[in-house]
């Protein structure tokens, strides 16, 4: 579990935690609103009507694929929980988990302890404990989501900025081989500049394919989006160190075959050393984070 935080929204301070990469938020913080000395009576009632059972179930069939709909093991199931709640027995959180083996709901012990719960489920509980109040919890974690977002980066644009790394050497060194007139005169010279060729000899030793091959196969992706916008970490800090010998290859003069056999040669080194490298994969973890944090 990730360390406590704290926000607060119309002056009730409510916790949240992060469990394994999910939003946990603390539904006995939440009930103060509604009852400041005893929250757990509103978490209770909350969890016993049958809006919220029929929302508690629904998420766990989406999210949680060990969740016990019937007696096995030690769970009794959905279907003795529900029974309960029917007969008018007390239901709790607790309870909830000890039947189901919920994942949405965290009963967390202790001195900075409460019902936590997924922020959607939370977000339910929110808006029955009052629609004012679940207006500003969903406003606050919105701003709390989007203040994280821009302070770990636009994965697009890391991606972008890891990319274009090295590109500027590499273009200098192209216009450096040039025939001036190339550079100074209009079509057609302008169009016989080899930018293309030199980044899709790259392209095709890390990627396997041209730009042009990918687009053919990739008609479905934006048109302002590229192979690299889609690429790994790993492909592209390889591909950010293939621009920077290519560079180097120009500078000394090597054809454009002698280039293609050493960028292999290189790519084939790199490859599996930087594959096991711990930064590689933990910058790849960072990027998926926040591609999924983006697309919540």
């Given at each position: 579990?990730?360390?406590?935080?704290?926000?607060?929204?119309?002056?009730?301070?409510?916790?949240?935690?992060?469990?394994?990469?999910?939003?946990?938020?603390?539904?006995?913080?939440i009930a103060r609103y509604k009852n400041q000395k005893r929250?757990?009576?509103?978490?209770?009632?909350?969890?016993?009507?049958?809006?919220?059972?029929?929302?508690?179930?629904?998420?766990?069939?989406?999210?949680?694929?060990?969740?016990?709909?019937?007696?096995?093991?030690?769970?009794?199931?959905?279907?003795?929980?529900?029974?309960e709640t029917l007969s008018g027995k007390t239901v709790t959180a607790s309870k909830w988990i000890a039947y189901?083996?919920?994942?949405?709901?965290?009963?967390?012990?202790?001195?900075?302890?409460?019902?936590?719960?997924?922020?959607?489920?939370?977000?339910?509980?929110?808006?029955?404990?009052?629609?004012?109040?679940?207006?500003?919890?969903?406003?606050?974690?919105?701003?709390?989501?989007?203040?994280?977002?821009?302070?770990?980066?636009?994965?697009?644009?890391?991606?972008?900025?890891?990319?274009?790394?090295?590109?500027?050497?590499?273009?200098?060194?192209?216009?450096?081989?040039?025939?001036?007139?190339?550079?100074?005169?209009?079509?057609?010279?302008?169009?016989?500049?080899?930018?293309?060729?030199?980044?899709?000899?790259?392209?095709?030793?890390?990627?396997?394919?041209?730009?042009?091959?990918?687009?053919?196969?990739?008609?479905?992706?934006?048109?302002?989006?590229?192979?690299?916008?889609?690429?790994?970490?790993?492909?592209?800090?390889?591909?950010?160190?293939?621009?920077?010998?290519?560079?180097?290859?120009?500078?000394?003069?090597?054809?454009?075959?002698?280039?293609?056999?050493?960028?292999?040669?290189?790519?084939?080194?790199?490859?599996?050393?930087?594959?096991?490298?711990?930064?590689?994969?933990?910058?790849?973890?960072?990027?998926?984070?926040?591609?999924?944090?983006?697309?919540?």
């Open positions: 579990m990730s360390k406590r935080k704290i926000t607060t929204i119309q002056g009730i301070d409510i916790a949240y935690h992060k469990l394994e990469e999910e939003e946990y938020i603390n539904l006995t913080d929250p757990e009576i509103p978490v209770q009632k909350w969890i016993g009507t049958n809006k919220t059972i029929e929302f508690l179930l629904a998420w766990e069939r989406k999210n949680n694929p060990d969740f016990k709909h019937t007696e096995k093991g030690v769970f009794k199931g959905f279907r003795a929980f529900a029974a189901t083996n919920a994942q949405g709901i965290k009963v967390i012990r202790g001195k900075y302890g409460g019902t936590f719960a997924h922020k959607n489920i939370a977000f339910h509980f929110a808006t029955w404990v009052n629609a004012d109040f679940y207006l500003y919890v969903v406003e606050e974690f919105e701003r709390l989501k989007k203040e994280e977002y821009e302070r770990l980066g636009d994965p697009f644009y890391n991606k972008r900025n890891l990319a274009a790394g090295n590109h500027s050497l590499l273009v200098a060194a192209i216009l450096s081989q040039m025939d001036e007139r190339l550079l100074t005169h209009p079509q057609p010279y302008k169009s016989r500049l080899p930018f293309a060729a030199e980044v899709d000899m790259i392209n095709k030793i890390v990627f396997g394919n041209t730009a042009k091959e990918w687009r053919l196969h990739n008609e479905d992706k934006p048109n302002d989006r590229n192979q690299r916008d889609y690429a790994s970490i790993l492909e592209l800090a390889i591909l950010n160190n293939l621009e920077f010998l290519d560079a180097m290859l120009l500078q000394w003069d090597c054809d454009m075959e002698t280039r293609r056999g050493f960028l292999q040669e290189a790519y084939d080194f790199q490859y599996p050393i930087l594959k096991r490298s711990k930064t590689i994969k933990r910058m790849q973890e960072l990027a998926e984070k926040i591609r999924r944090k983006k697309t919540i």
